[in-house]
């Protein structure tokens, strides 16, 4: 799968505790870096709010799933751009369609 463009929103509610960041395209394990960044950013500008990421308008890779799921489990985030993490209170909206891989079979060549 190629790295594709993602399509985010942030929203801001009027009383400033909590972003909706809704996400269009397909998330990939490639391309979550982009939303991290997004995400971090939201968390720079007010960081006592939660971050909702809302994926009811994406797909999303199982590999790219089970990241986010377990980045809202520790309530950390990556940074996208080094291996720094921020605290956050992060929820999702689970995507209508997770993207199941094929595991890659290693061919391997016998020596006789």
């Known amino acids: 799968m190629r790295n594709p463009r993602l399509k985010v929103t942030v929203r801001i509610d009027e009383n ?6 809704e ?3 397909v998330v990939t394990a490639a ?3 982009a939303l991290y960044v997004v995400c971090r950013r939201a968390t720079i500008k007010l960081p006592s709010h939660e971050i909702v990421i809302d994926l009811a308008h994406a797909r999303v890779s199982a590999a790219a799933m089970d990241e986010l799921r377990e980045r809202a489990r520790l309530s950390l985030l990556h940074s996208g ?3 720094s993490e921020t605290p956050c209170r992060l929820s999702i909206v689970d995507p209508p369609t997770i993207i199941k891989t094929k595991p890659t079979i290693m061919k391997t060549k016998e020596h006789v």
């Open 23 to 25: 996400v269009h395209g």
């Open 16 to 21: 400033l505790r909590k972003s909706r960041i």
């Open 81 to 83: 751009i080094d291996a």
């Open 31 to 33: 391309n979550i870096r």
